[in-house]
T-cell receptor, first 113, second 112 residues
Framework: DGGITQSPKYLFRKEGQNVTLSCEQNLNHDAMYWYRQDPGQGLRLIYYSQIVNDFQKGDIAEGYSVSREKKESFPLTVTSAQKNPTAFYLC????????????FGPGTRLTVL | EDQVTQSPEALRLQEGESSSLNCSYT??????LFWYRQDPGKGPEFLFT???AGEEKEKERLKATLTKKESFLHITAPKPEDSATYLCAVGGNQGGSEKLVFGKGTKLTVNP
C-alpha cells in the first residue's frame, strides 16, 4: 500500500537537545512538507521541498532544519533554538505544487520535558 | 492576504440529524479547495478537492459544494463514526507563488 510513514509516534525532548523526526513516502510524489499543529490553530507550514536536494522555508522555519537527500525521505530536525517545540508534527506529500492534493502521515507528537 | 475561516468551531448533532459545515475563504487565484477529516491524535485524511464554483463532490454521507466565497460540507444522516474534526484548506496562486492555507477546523460530535 502506498502511503506516508512518520516515526516515532511520540517523542520526548530535554531542554537543549536536538531531535529528528522521520518522514518517508512511497507515493512517488515530488513535493514534501512539514507542518506544525497546535490546539486551536490551523496547520502552519515549517518547510517544504519540491525536488531532491532543494527545500524552502515556510511560515515558521526558525528553530527547525530539514534535508532532502532522497525523493522518499524528508526528515525534520527540531533544534534547541526552537523555544516552544511541544506540538503535533505532520508530514505531507503531493505531486509537485502546494496546491496539488496533499496527503498526510500519521503525525509525531513532540513533548519537551 | 489569503484567509480561511471555518464555522462553527464545534457542532454537536444527534445521530441522523443532518447539518452543514462552512468554510469561507479569500484567496488570490484559486487553485483548489480541500476538505480533510482528522481524528484525535492522527493525521488528516483527504476527503475532497473542489476546483471551481458550482462543483460538487459526494462520498457516502458527505457532500462538498463550492461557491466563489465559501464551501459547505453537508453531512446527511450522520452516524457516531462521523465524529471528527473537519479541516478546510484553500490553495492560491499569487504572483507565481503557490500557497495552501488551512482553517482551524470544525469539531463535529455525533451522539447516538
Amino acid at each position: 500500500d502506498g502511503g506516508i510513514t512518520q516515526s516515532p509516534k511520540y517523542l520526548f525532548r530535554k531542554e537543549g537537545q536536538n531531535v529528528t523526526l522521520s518522514c518517508e513516502q512511497n507515493l512517488n510524489h515530488d513535493a514534501m512538507y512539514w507542518y506544525r499543529q497546535d490546539p486551536g490553530q490551523g496547520l502552519r507550514l515549517i518547510y517544504y521541498s519540491q525536488i531532491v536536494n532543494d527545500f524552502q522555508k515556510g511560515d515558521i522555519a526558525e528553530g527547525y532544519s530539514v534535508s532532502r537527500e532522497k525523493k522518499e525521505s524528508f526528515p525534520l530536525t527540531v533544534t534547541s533554538a526552537q523555544k516552544n517545540p511541544t506540538a503535533f508534527y505532520l508530514c505531507a506529500s503531493s505531486g509537485t505544487y502546494h496546491t496539488d492534493t496533499q496527503y498526510f502521515g500519521p503525525g509525531t507528537r513532540l513533548t519537551v520535558l | 492576504e489569503d484567509q480561511v475561516t471555518q464555522s462553527p468551531e464545534a457542532l454537536r448533532l444527534q445521530e441522523g440529524e443532518s447539518s452543514s459545515l462552512n468554510c469561507s475563504y479569500t484567496v488570490s487565484g484559486l487553485r483548489g479547495l480541500f476538505w480533510y477529516r482528522q481524528d484525535p491524535g492522527k493525521g488528516p485524511e483527504f476527503l475532497f478537492t473542489l476546483y471551481s464554483a458550482g462543483e460538487e463532490k459526494e462520498k457516502e454521507r458527505l457532500k462538498a459544494t463550492l461557491t466563489k466565497k465559501e464551501s459547505f460540507l453537508h453531512i446527511t444522516a450522520p452516524k457516531p463514526e462521523d465524529s471528527a474534526t473537519y479541516l478546510c484548506a484553500v490553495g492560491g496562486n499569487q504572483g507565481g507563488s503557490e500557497k495552501l492555507v488551512f482553517g482551524k477546523g470544525t469539531k463535529l460530535t455525533v451522539n447516538p
